[in-house]
T-cell receptor
């Protein structure tokens, strides 16, 4: 079973920041937080991952709380092409990825 | 970025036919996976492999089988297709060894009539 809880759906206005929350209260000390997204029926695409520090790359920022029980994925300037299902997954070395239902983000014009 | 390829992209086939879905990656990844996904639903892991001659069943029971004779190739076979096998099949790979970033193929949309 997925070890994370995410809202079923969210809306965001184009050009605004999209903040997608994820709860992972049972995360263990050596588990990473990964974010993927799936646009329409394509294969999921890796976005970002982190352990305890905040991370930023060209796609997004990942903010992990100090107790590591929750995190937020931030898309700083959402575009229509960011409309997708976003998956938050906790994973450790050697484990298989378990995808939950994710959050369906709709970016509105 | 992702060098993982699935063929065919779409397949419509009659009941009882044997089919093989192809998946190849050129990244030298040891770990490969097959996920099954119905429209609007979650991805479910049906098979995985940690290297040549290694295959394991995933969390979701599947009538399909897989083989891993070469590192780069991880085909999935259905001996006798049925309408209940209609779904999207997604192949993925990762290097592992601490870097668990998954790369996915574009998927095969299978329709069994």
């Amino acid at each position: 079973d997925a070890k994370t809880t995410q809202p079923t759906s969210m809306d965001c206005a184009e050009g605004r920041a999209a903040n997608l929350p994820c709860n992972h209260s049972t995360i263990s000390g050596n588990e990473y937080v990964y974010w993927y997204r799936q646009i329409h029926s394509q294969g999921p695409q890796y976005i970002i991952h982190g352990l305890k520090n905040n991370e930023t790359n060209e796609m997004a920022s990942l903010i992990i709380t100090e107790d590591r029980k929750s995190s937020t994925l931030i898309l700083p300037h959402a575009t229509l092409r960011d409309t997708a299902v976003y998956y938050c997954i906790v994973n450790n070395y050697g484990q298989n990825f378990v995808f939950g239902p994710g959050t369906r983000l709709s970016v509105l014009p | 970025e992702a060098d993982i390829y699935q063929t065919p992209r779409y397949l419509v086939i009659g009941t009882g036919k044997k089919i093989t879905l192809e998946c190849s990656q050129t990244m030298g990844h040891d770990k490969m996976y097959w996920y099954q996904q119905d429209p609007g639903m979650e991805l479910h892991l049906i098979h995985y492999s940690y290297g040549v001659n290694s295959t394991e069943k995933g969390d979701l029971s599947s009538e399909s089988t897989v083989s891993r004779i070469r590192t780069e190739h991880f085909p999935l076979t259905l001996e006798s297709a049925r309408p209940s096998h209609t779904s999207q099949y997604l192949c993925a790979s990762t290097q592992g060894g601490g870097n668990e970033k998954l790369f996915f193929g574009s998927g095969t949309q299978l329709s069994v009539l």
